[in-house]
């Protein structure tokens, strides 16, 4: 175990996936989750920088400020636009 910054109460274990907290474990996303493809964004939504909802893309995953979290979102949409979409 390594301790960060010095700091005891943040320890760390090495796994194949590098160092996490010790009390993580490491599964498979299926096993926390339902994983379910996704809808084509029609081009005539995309780049709205402003509405009700985020609408992520994959490549919003790249995007500086969601190395962790989803927090910058590229397009948005309003509840009318999702039910155009008949999206969930």
Excluded at 5 to 12: A, D, L, M, S, V
Excluded at 31 to 55: K, N, S
Aim: hydrophobic content about 35%; glycine content about 10%.
């Amino acid at each position: 175990m390594i301790a960060i910054n010095g700091t005891p109460e943040t320890q760390f274990k090495e796994t194949e996936v590098g160092l996490i907290p010790v009390d993580w474990d490491i599964v498979s996303i299926g096993d926390i989750c339902e994983c379910r493809g996704g809808y084509a964004f029609p081009h005539e939504y995309q780049g709205r920088l402003d509405g009700e909802l985020p609408f992520y893309k994959v490549s919003d995953m790249n995007s500086y400020g969601n190395e962790t979290v989803m927090l910058v979102a590229n397009n948005y949409i309003d509840l009318s636009d999702l039910k155009s979409l008949k999206a969930k």
